[in-house]
């Protein structure tokens, strides 16, 4: 049969593992490989990035938003997590809205605090989350351990999850760009949003309004939008209150509404873009309010310089003015700022307005106004200056000349505008819900500042802060995540309850100090409505207004020493090598093989 060219093989098992051990062998020298999920070996974190912009639906508005698509990454990332890997989850929406946790080796924990998380309308750089993420990294001590050479991704890795708008990189990160590795969320850029509103009452016309809108197109295209105004409703337009405006591509631009006349109301600003995937920026919110001008009450024996000042500033209707005698005073008399001169009344008696104590009269040492006098000095130098400081702004010292003050303990609440090398000179502290200045010399008496313009710069500044910081006259319009304050709504006593109706109808009840409240809950736009105890009735708006998160444009990071941030579309699928596998296959079959040729040959 030798002659026959084909025939039928037998069964033999050593052909067969022959084979087998053959194969296996070349699949190995193909090295192949199967795909995976990159995971980590040790510990990482998570960080998600919450802010307004991650609400852009990059898709149009069926489409998920940047958030829902983080969301959706970090789910990844934790479902594939290895038994003994540890993961740490930070959502930051800046504000209130922020989701923090430790290392956590539990899945399910873990993919229910990303279930949790929700956008906020706030703005935020990130840095102070990926701070934390990167020192908690280094505090358990697995930051700098490495992964093996098949992993795709290096132990102690903080994944961010952000479109890149406003994040800035701490500097403690930018020597090592291998730290962090960002993940990309977003493609869009079609928005056209509004970023700065102003309303001012126009001079002399009463029921008249000025109104700038600051607007911002993300788009790489000119885009021509239109923009127009309503009354307590946003669909209630204002009869001949809207216009067209064409923003350069990437550029910025502006509405400027002349003369709106109307009523007292909360005003909407509409922008009309068509296609615009960002539309929490398309409406701002304002409020029309009649203008009232701040209440300046002047306590002194007799000053003819600042009494000529309070009368100034009624004659040019910045103030209504009222001129007093020490004996006459009482803390009850309606005032948003009070001036003494050379006198202060006892603790129980300071007002709570807002405060100017110039060179108050002590017989010693003592409390004045809350401000610790220890001692009197003769001829001080004006060491250094706060020019840093609004309330120093065009206050050149460089000609005062003192013969006296007063030495003043340092404290470290109180911020110093002008200092000597053994006390303050000027400084203030805020009380409750006033400021309190003092000067520790008499501007007429003991120097010679009442010569020099800057006196009267002073005072100014100082009354222009006091209208700013209690929205005097303008309304009270804020960006989301900047606590509100408000004044003259708690009532006569220390302490009483206020509620605040937030936009989304949700009532949050605060407590009052000293008939003021500080509101942090502001994380999200438009209008919140304040009741006080004895039914007084405030509002305040809330906008995006901040150009970076309206400028919706994904973006590449950088750190600190220039290079870019290592970054992906999503979280990667690697490529695993499996040939040791398949070598160690081989290996067993040829260890068959042996084995069953030497039992027969036995």
């Known amino acids: 049969q030798a002659s026959t060219p084909f025939q039928k093989l037998r069964r033999n098992l050593l052909l067969l593992l022959q084979l087998l051990i053959l194969a296996a062998l070349v699949l190995t020298l193909m090295r192949p490989v199967i795909q995976a999920h990159a995971t980590q070996s040790h510990a990482g974190v998570i960080v998600i990035d919450a802010t307004a912009s991650m609400q852009t639906r990059d898709g149009g508005t069926g489409g998920e938003t940047r958030l829902d698509r983080a969301k959706a990454e970090a789910r990844k990332l934790v479902a594939a997590m290895r038994p003994g890997d540890r993961l740490m989850l930070i959502a930051d929406g800046g504000g209130l809205s922020q989701v923090?946790?430790?290392?956590?080796?539990?899945?399910?924990?873990?993919?229910?605090?990303?279930?949790?998380?929700?956008p906020a309308d706030t703005s935020s750089d990130l840095s102070e989350s990926l701070l934390?993420?990167?020192?908690?990294?280094?505090?358990?001590?697995?930051?700098?351990?490495?992964?093996?050479?098949?992993?795709?991704?290096?132990?102690?890795?903080?994944y961010l999850f952000s479109d890149g708008s406003g994040i800035r990189v701490p500097d403690v990160m930018?020597?090592?760009?291998?730290?962090?590795?960002?993940?990309?969320?977003?493609?869009?850029?079609?928005?056209?949003?509004?970023t700065a509103l102003s309303i001012l009452p126009v001079a002399k016309e009463a029921g008249a309004y000025q109104v700038f809108v600051g607007l911002k197109n993300a788009w790489s295209v000119e885009r021509r939008v239109g923009v127009m105004?309503?009354?307590?409703?946003?669909?209630?337009?204002?009869?001949?209150?809207?216009?067209?405006?064409t923003l350069p591509p990437n550029g910025q631009g502006a509405a400027v509404f002349e003369k709106v006349v109307s009523g007292p109301g909360k005003l909407f600003v509409r922008v009309d873009d068509a296609d615009d995937d960002f539309p929490l920026d398309n409406t701002a919110y304002g409020l029309l309010e009649p203008p009232r001008l701040p209440r300046v009450v002047l306590v002194t024996a007799g000053n003819e310089m600042l009494e000529r000042f309070i009368k100034t500033l009624v004659n040019v209707h910045k103030a209504e003015g009222q001129i007093l005698a020490p004996g006459a005073y009482s803390p009850d008399i309606p005032a948003d700022l009070v001036i003494f001169d050379g006198f202060v009344p006892d603790a129980d008696k300071m007002p709570k307005a807002d405060?100017?104590?110039?060179?108050?009269?002590?017989?010693g040492a003592g409390d004045a106004g809350g401000f610790k006098v220890i001692s009197e000095m003769d001829n001080p130098v004006v060491l250094r200056t706060n020019l840093e400081s609004p309330l120093m702004q065009a206050v050149e010292l460089g000609e005062l000349q003192l013969s006296r003050a007063l030495v003043l303990e340092r404290d470290p609440q109180a911020t110093e505008l002008v200092s000597a090398p053994e006390s303050p000179l000027v400084e203030y502290k805020d009380v409750a819900g006033s400021r309190r200045y003092i000067?520790?010399?008499?501007?007429?008496?003991e120097s010679n500042w009442y010569k020099l313009p800057t006196f009267l710069i002073f005072l100014q500044n100082v009354l222009n802060d006091t209208r700013m910081r209690h929205y005097i006259g303008i309304p009270e319009i804020l960006a989301a995540g900047t606590p509100a304050r408000l004044w003259d709504i708690g009532g006569d006593v220390p302490r009483a309850k206020v509620r605040i109706t937030e936009p989304d109808g949700t009532t949050v009840a605060v407590e009052s100090q000293n008939n003021a409240v500080e509101f942090s809950g502001t994380d999200h736009v438009g209008f919140y409505d304040v009741t006080g105890p004895n039914n007084q009735q405030a509002v305040f708006a809330v906008n995006v207004l901040s150009a970076t998160e309206s400028d919706i444009r994904p973006r590449s990071l950088q750190s600190r020493t220039g290079g870019n941030v290592e970054e992906a579309g999503s979280i990667a699928a690697v490529n695993r090598e499996v040939w040791p596998w398949v070598a160690a296959a081989a290996l067993a079959f040829l260890l068959l093989e042996w084995w069953v040729y030497h039992r027969r040959i036995a």
């Open 100 to 118: 923090r946790s430790g290392f956590s080796a539990s899945k399910a924990e873990l993919q229910g605090l990303i279930d949790t998380i929700r």
């Open 229 to 245: 105004l309503a009354l307590n409703d946003k669909d209630a337009f204002l009869p001949g209150q809207g216009q067209f405006v």
């Open 355 to 363: 405060t100017l104590l110039l060179r108050p009269t002590l017989a």
């Open 132 to 158: 934390l993420a990167s020192t908690s990294l280094r505090a358990i001590g697995e930051g700098g351990s490495a992964a093996s050479k098949t992993e795709a991704l290096a132990a102690g890795k903080i």
């Open 174 to 194: 930018g020597q090592d760009n291998k730290l962090l590795e960002f993940i990309k969320i977003g493609t869009s850029d079609h928005s056209v949003g509004v």
């Open 439 to 445: 000067v520790a010399f008499s501007p007429l008496l």
